[in-house]
């Protein structure tokens, strides 16, 4: 007998109490439809980084260089 089960939530126990009961049954499957977490502004905004990033409009610093940048922004700040 093969059985399906909906269940939605978003409770981070129950789905490790799930995953806990399937780990018990080789057989069984699971599957996550993970909800959207993107407003559609923000996708938006997104892709416009990323396509600015595949033309190379962007400028990338190590973190050495954005400690740096932040203290002297913060000095600046401050005056």
Do not use: C, W
Not at 4 to 28: H, R, V
């Amino acid at each position: 007998m093969l059985a399906s089960i909906n269940i939605q939530t978003s409770n981070a126990k129950t789905l490790k109490a799930i995953e806990d009961i399937i780990a018990g049954d080789p057989t069984a499957v699971i599957s996550y439809n993970e909800p959207d977490y993107l407003s559609p502004q923000d996708e938006a905004r997104l892709m416009e980084i990323s396509d600015a990033d595949d033309r190379g409009e962007l400028k990338y610093r190590s973190h050495e260089e954005m400690l740096e940048h932040l203290n002297k922004l913060f000095k600046k700040m401050a005056r």
